[in-house]
DNA sequence: AAGAAAGCCAACCGCTGTTGC
DNA sequence: TGCAACAGCGGTTGGCTTTCT
């Protein structure tokens, strides 16, 4: 079972990369673009795999890499975030501009779980370390906040969100500072978007009827199709009567524009 | 000064999700 | 609809460096 290795093993070198191969990588990359790594050692003349080349362009061959110490906002940012949505590296690193998901998770396993234990606080709860209940590894982070991991697509959020065992006095578990995650679910139809103008492109305005029903972001020139919100609140998990940031408008809840889910030109909800 | 232990991080491995045929 | 190819992700490993004894 299983499928073929990537690439031809007994022709590939592996183990740590010298100076001149990642040179041929770099020129490559600069000549053609990052795509179809399958092709591409061939192409540069590299004895490498189709995966080692990308990872190490995105892991350290990429111009827009920021090297060096993590700063202590970078920090409470990578707490934060794995506090709401857990190992998901390359959604934290989405998070820190040149910042790489395997950089993250190496200061992770190396800094940063230590520097919580020694604050007395579970690495994998984030909930203080006498208090973390012992159930199964994982089970602990469900409890935690969240019905299911809502990476991708989903939109991770919930600015109200109460922790399920009733730690009513955590109250930053909600808010999670100033990132304010709000890991309710928020469903929409397959993002259709409409430019403002149909000037400036070939596409078609929405019809007016379509139109009343969606959002004008000004700031991308699209109007695109708003969420279809699945919120714990309205599944009735929450039990606290308010609405989430999504599903109220973001308009009034002072604790919710942060971290809004909103639909991109590309038609991937990101975080605002 | 030397060996052991711990820390660190680049790279690998195996798996899953997506896409195209 | 099923399959294969591919990209990407997260866990793990291995080797180099630093610190400790």
Not at 120 to 128: A, E, S, V
Request: charged fraction near 20%; aromatic fraction near 6%; include cysteine.
């Amino acid at each position: 079972m299983g499928r073929s290795p990537c690439c031809e093993k007994a022709h590939t070198n592996k183990g740590a990369w010298t100076k001149e191969e990642d040179q041929r990588l770099i020129a490559h990359i600069k000549d053609h673009g990052d795509g179809c790594w399958r092709s591409l050692p061939k192409a540069a003349g590299l004895q490498r795999c189709g995966k080692s080349c990308r990872l190490r362009w995105i892991n350290y061959l990429r111009p827009d890499l920021k090297r060096g110490h993590f700063t202590e906002e970078e920090d409470n940012v990578i707490i934060r975030l794995h506090e709401a949505i857990g190992n998901k590296w390359s959604l934290i690193a989405g998070k820190l501009p040149g910042r790489t998901d395997n950089e993250i998770k190496n200061y992770w396993n190396t800094h940063v779980k230590r520097k919580l234990i020694a604050q007395g606080i579970d690495p994998l709860t984030h909930l203080p370390l006498n208090a973390a209940n012992p159930g199964p590894p994982g089970a602990a982070h469900r409890r935690r906040a969240f019905p299911a991991p809502l990476a991708g697509g989903g939109s991770a959020s919930c600015s109200r969100s109460r922790d399920a065992a009733g730690s009513s006095e955590d109250d930053d578990s909600g808010s999670l500072g100033n990132l304010d995650l709000d890991l309710n679910l928020s469903i929409s139809p397959p993002c259709v978007h409409y430019p403002a103008s149909s000037s400036s492109s070939p596409s078609p305005p929405p019809p007016a009827r379509i139109a009343a029903a969606m959002d004008y972001d000004p700031s991308l020139g699209y109007y695109a199709s708003s969420g279809v919100c699945v919120c714990l609140d309205r599944l009735g998990f929450q039990g606290n009567g308010e609405p989430c940031s999504f599903c109220n408008g973001g308009a009034s809840s002072s604790s919710s524009s942060s971290m809004r889910p909103v639909a991109s030109s590309s038609g991937v909800f990101r975080f605002a």
